[in-house]
T-cell receptor, first 115, second 112 residues
Framework: AQRVTQVQPTGSSQWGEEVTLDCSYE???????IFWYRQLFSGEMVFLIY??????QNQRSGRYSVVFQKSFKSISLVISASQPEDSGTYFC????????????FGTGTKLQVVP | EAAVTQSPRNKVAVTGGKVTLSCNQT?????MYWYRQDTGHGLRLIHY???????EKGDIPDGYKASRPSQENFSLILELATPSQTSVYFC???????????FGSGTRLLVI
């Protein structure tokens, strides 16, 4: 069963706009982390930001932030002032700390930012 | 610079043949992982390891074996390759810090 769901297979944005990418997940554990990555067209995976379940504060890192809705088991990645170089495929991933250190990934959202 | 290096970058194999994908990390991470990426499925976990000599099954281990002979090296082995194993394979290493799940550049495998 899919533990991590990204229902938006594609998305688009214009230069300078704020972009929101959605992710939902299934877990019965109390301690877990959600990660966001961007995959470049070359295939390289770049870590962006993570949210620990025990932290009620939404995490921020540069132009990236998350909206963490723990009770709904959903998390959104927000990219402010999007730029063409933000284009790529965005993955969210779930790591359940008791089960192991591995991460389970969603199917990704391919984002295109146009000038 | 710490890194995860995969070899080969591209591989064409025949059905029924044996394929070995190699991964080397210089991050000094205990944990290493093998994923495959297919359109519509994202990255799916095949095998992982917590250290030299250990291998664990991930979500889709059937048809794959793994070997971790040392801290630095983690191999994925397809004993009898099938066309359904055509995919892009990613190796990753991970330590204690939250942000240091480092990926290799991927291996494109075509089984004909």
């Amino acid at each position: 069963a899919q533990r991590v769901t990204q229902v938006q297979p594609t998305g688009s944005s214009q230069w300078g706009e704020e972009v929101t990418l959605d992710c939902s997940y299934e877990t019965s554990e109390y301690f877990y982390r959600i990660f966001w990555y961007r995959q470049l067209f070359s295939g390289e995976m770049v870590f962006l930001i993570y949210q620990p379940s025990f932290d009620t504060q939404n995490q921020r890192s540069g132009r990236y932030s998350v909206v963490f809705q723990k009770s709904f088991k959903s998390i959104s990645l927000v990219i402010s002032a999007s730029q063409p170089e933000d284009s790529g495929t965005y993955f969210c991933a779930l790591s359940e700390l008791i089960s192991g250190t591995y991460q389970r990934f969603g199917t990704g959202t391919k984002l295109q930012v146009v000038p | 610079e710490a890194a995860v290096t995969q070899s080969p970058r591209n591989k064409v194999a025949v059905t029924g043949g044996k394929v070995t994908l190699s991964c080397n990390q210089t991050n000094n991470h205990n944990n290493m992982y093998w994923y495959r990426q297919d359109t519509g499925h994202g990255l799916r976990l095949i095998h992982y390891s917590y250290g030299a000599g250990s291998t664990e099954k991930g979500d889709i281990p059937d048809g794959y074996k793994a070997s971790r002979p040392s801290q630095e090296n983690f191999s994925l082995i397809l004993e009898l390759a099938t066309p359904s194993q055509t995919s892009v394979y990613f190796c990753a290493s991970g330590g204690i810090k939250n942000s240091d799940y480092t990926f290799g550049s991927g291996t494109r495998l075509l089984v004909i």
